[in-house]
C-alpha cells in the first residue's frame, strides 16, 4: 500500500521554528518530486515548496522564501520542511504529497499545483501563537 505520513506539527510562538517529516511506505521517495502545501481555515489549498528527489532540486514560494527549506533523505525514504522564523500566518495543515511525473525535469514554479500530485498524507497542523 502506498502511503505518505506527516509528523512534526505542533504549536509555537511567532519567529519559532519546526520541522515537518514525510514518510512514505511502499514506494521509493528517490524516484519522485515531493511538494508540500498548506490549508489554513476558510483558505483554498496552496503550494508551499517542492523537492526533486532525484536531483535535488528544490523550489519555494515567495511567502516562504529564505525561511522554509526542504531536504532529503533517500535511505530513511523521509523528506523534510525545516520552517524557521515562523509567522501566524503560516498556521495551517500541512501536506505532502508524491508525483512521479515532475521528477523528470529540475523542479519548475507548476511543482506547486496540486493537480501534479498523485499520493496525499493525512496532514500536520502547524500553529503558531503566542
Do not use: H
Request: proline content about 4%.
Amino acid at each position: 500500500q502506498l502511503q505518505l505520513v506527516e509528523s512534526g506539527g505542533g504549536l509555537v510562538q511567532p519567529g519559532g521554528s519546526l520541522r515537518l517529516s514525510c514518510a512514505a511506505s511502499g514506494f521509493a521517495l528517490e524516484n519522485y518530486a515531493i511538494g508540500w502545501f498548506r490549508q489554513a481555515p476558510g483558505k483554498e489549498r496552496e503550494g508551499v515548496s517542492c523537492i526533486n528527489n532525484r536531483d535535488g532540486t528544490t523550489y519555494y514560494v515567495d511567502s516562504v522564501k529564505g525561511r522554509f527549506t526542504m531536504s532529503r533523505d533517500n535511505a530513511k525514504n523521509t523528506v523534510y520542511l525545516q520552517m524557521n522564523s515562523l509567522k501566524p500566518e503560516d498556521t495551517a495543515v500541512y501536506y505532502c504529497a508524491a508525483t512521479v511525473v515532475l521528477s523528470v525535469t529540475p523542479v519548475q514554479p507548476v511543482c506547486v499545483m496540486s493537480e501534479w500530485y498523485d499520493y496525499w498524507g493525512q496532514g500536520t497542523q502547524v500553529t503558531v501563537s503566542s
